[in-house]
């Protein structure tokens, strides 16, 4: 159907109203048809592509990962999952482009552009609704205290953008078109400043400095084998960290226990944080630089399938810590192993609470008029 | 799109589009005159309806005439057979009262008809089968010609335009 093509920028602020008509103002304000901001606008990031954004593009400031348990009516559950990811699609691609969701009572709050992008995952259990998919979920870690609040879900959004209040409303209204359909377990706020190398988490450390880029970040997102074409997994662990604890480590214990140096990130085995860990290098009394149970020994991927990228966040309030989240082609050999090392040896564990788990399937891209999860083909 | 053909209601319908950039009923290149049903003069974007159970509920969005000549929504119906009211917003402020509208509701050329909570709306006054979030209500628009199209309302919660269904004095 031919749409009026309406600038977003003439629509804005107090024109909105008058353009669409004069009384109702504050309600539709928005394009009139919906043509994707594109990937050069500022303060915009693509929504229909080859992958979903919020993966591989630069971690913004602020994310709200948020968990959905559905609801069930008579009929076909697939039908149901289909229509539920139809109208999150509609709101993504809406939120995206700077516009209000429809029936939304704030529209005005999803600008300005601040990059904000919506990730949609299902977990295992969509997956079998949908008849389509194997992922499986994240076994038991030792030294897992799991809470239900922070658990697996059926759904998971994570809501990415530079602007906190823009980011609250699109969760607010993507959860508001949710309501009876799904009930909201968790919504995980986290924060982060990411630099050169990675962010500093609340430890002090700089987290994500071995990150992988480019050519080798996607090929360890997206390449095969992986449950779907253009799609991947998304391992989302929640650690509270007893940061009262470490406030009695000193900067020598601090650097042991993670095996670079909390100021700059640079391995103990040498050089700077942009050099490679050395665990064969040894100190002045001739024991090892990096101990075997310091993290990064323990993290480093033993080979090219071990590969995840991280995206995590910060978190703070009654607790502080870490929202873990990596995204990788296949849990079982990257996410999963390296998890199982860490929860067995890493120094770090002292000051360390795993308290939420989950996986998720994290979505092919879609093209404009089409919707998430269609190549589910249910 | 699907139009009923009432040829006899629309043979007063000539319209000149040569100045009409854009809709449905644009023409082929070189044709000057072309005779446009008020039909395929709509263009609707924002659609939607609101969630319910049961009982009333309402549609809204954006009706868009495309063509040079007024259009005249007459009539609102489903495959369910709901009676579909179209209503209007009297008076303003805290006075507004809502009252079916007495006529169709006529769109001026390259004008627009908003349908909003709050302002004018298509009423549902009681639902056959429930609006269930996430999926989609189509309703016919049938037009003073006698042309109609099918429109799409994806339906979505909205708690808001509660007042509109406590105020029926004007039925």
């Not at chain 1, 994500?208 to 090929?219: D, I």
Request: hydrophobic share 40%.
């Amino acid at each position: 159907m031919p749409g009026i093509s309406v600038d977003r920028r003439a629509l804005l602020g107090t024109t909105a109203a008058a353009a669409l008509g004069g009384m109702l103002t504050g309600f539709g304000t928005g394009k009139l048809s919906v043509p994707a901001a594109s990937a050069a606008e500022p303060g915009y990031r693509p929504f229909y592509g080859k992958y979903q954004s919020g993966i591989l593009d630069r971690h913004q400031a602020h994310a709200v990962f948020a968990g959905w348990d559905l609801h069930w009516r008579e009929g076909s559950k697939k039908d149901q999952l289909r229509a539920m990811l139809q109208m999150i699609t509609e709101d993504a691609a809406r939120l995206a482009s700077g516009r209000g969701v429809l029936a939304d009572t704030e529209p005005e709050m999803a600008q300005p552009g601040c990059e904000l992008t919506l990730t949609v995952g299902l977990g295992q259990s969509l997956l079998d609704v949908a008849g389509h998919g194997q992922i499986g979920t994240l076994p038991h870690f030792a030294g897992d205290q799991l809470e239900q609040q922070y658990g697996q879900c059926d759904l998971l959004i994570q809501f990415c953008a530079q602007d906190p209040t823009v980011l609250q409303h699109a969760v607010r209204a993507v959860s508001k078109n949710l309501r009876g359909l799904a009930s909201r377990r968790f919504a995980q706020t986290g924060f982060a400043s990411p630099g050169v190398h990675g962010f500093r988490n609340l430890f002090g450390q700089l987290d994500g400095v071995n990150n992988p880029e480019g050519e080798v970040r996607a090929e360890a997102v997206f390449g095969q084998p992986g449950w779907i074409e253009n799609g991947t997994t998304l391992a989302l662990r929640r650690f509270e960290m007893d940061l009262d604890g470490w406030d009695e480590v000193d900067t020598a214990g601090r650097d042991h226990a993670l095996g670079r140096r909390q100021a700059d990130g640079s391995p103990l085995s040498g050089g700077s944080v942009d050099d490679p860990v050395d665990l064969a290098a040894v100190n002045g009394l001739g024991l090892p630089a990096i101990a075997a149970n310091a993290h990064v020994a323990l993290a480093r991927p033993g080979s090219a399938d071990e590969v995840m990228h991280r995206r995590g966040y910060n978190f703070a309030g009654q607790a502080s810590g870490l929202l873990f989240a990596s995204y990788q082609r296949d849990p079982a050999t990257s996410f999963i192993p390296v998890q199982h090392r860490l929860a067995a040896a890493d120094a770090l564990n002292t000051w360390l609470k795993p308290v939420g788990s989950g996986l998720y399937a994290i979505l092919p891209g879609v093209a404009e008029g089409g919707y998430l999860g269609e190549q589910l083909q249910m | 799109m699907k139009f009923q053909k009432t040829s006899a209601l629309a043979l007063g319908l000539t319209l000149l589009l040569a100045g009409c950039a854009q809709g449905a009923g644009s023409p082929a290149p070189g044709s000057e005159q072309q005779t446009v049903r008020q039909a395929e003069a709509l263009t609707t974007s924002e659609t939607w309806a609101k969630a319910a159970e049961s009982g009333m509920s309402a549609a809204f969005g954006i009706l868009h005439n495309s063509s040079g000549t007024p259009i005249a929504l007459h009539q609102v119906s489903n495959a369910q057979g709901d009676e579909i009211q179209i209503h209007e917003m009297r008076g303003t402020g805290t006075g507004m009262t809502m009252a079916q509208l007495e006529g169709d509701l006529v769109i001026e050329p390259g004008k627009d008809a908003v349908l909003a909570p709050g302002g004018n709306h298509l009423m549902f006054m009681d639902l056959q089968q429930p609006l269930v979030a996430a999926q989609t209500a189509r309703l016919t628009l049938e037009f003073a010609d006698g042309s109609s199209t099918e429109v799409d309302f994806p339906i979505r919660n909205f708690d808001g335009a509660k007042e509109s269904y406590d105020e029926h004095a004007g039925h």
